[in-house]
């Protein structure tokens, strides 16, 4: 089994761009293209990264517990940003592009790293 996660982002480009950043500094990237349109809705930029994950740095001190929180926190608001969809249906909506189980995971606090 591969160790690559590949991983596509769709969204305003401006938050796709600052998506793409924070998800790159959780990958040792083999690969990173974009940006392209989207292709069911004008407007949207769409990005693809390959790569693996970064090995798990050493226990958190006190203090960088909770500012790592505050982290997640916006990593989660950004995922929201990136999956709200302008039909009025989120991410189960028919006419936008399918939301991978891994984003449905992370807006749940459910996606985990392998060990």
């Given at each position: ?81 990136l999956t709200t969809c302008q039909h009025g249906h989120g991410l189960d909506c028919p006419r936008c592009e ?18």
């Open positions: 089994m591969s160790e690559l996660l590949d991983v596509r982002v769709i969204g305003a480009p401006e938050v796709a761009e600052t998506a793409v950043a924070r998800v790159g500094e959780l990958l040792d990237l083999d690969r990173l293209h974009g940006p392209y349109p989207s292709r069911k809705t004008q407007g949207l930029a769409r990005y693809y990264l390959t790569g693996r994950l970064r090995q798990a740095a050493p226990p958190a001190l006190p203090g960088e517990l909770e500012r790592l929180k505050r982290e997640v926190a916006a990593l989660r608001a950004a995922l929201e940003l399918p939301v991978p189980d891994l984003v449905r995971q992370a807006l749940a606090g459910e996606a985990v790293r392998p060990a």
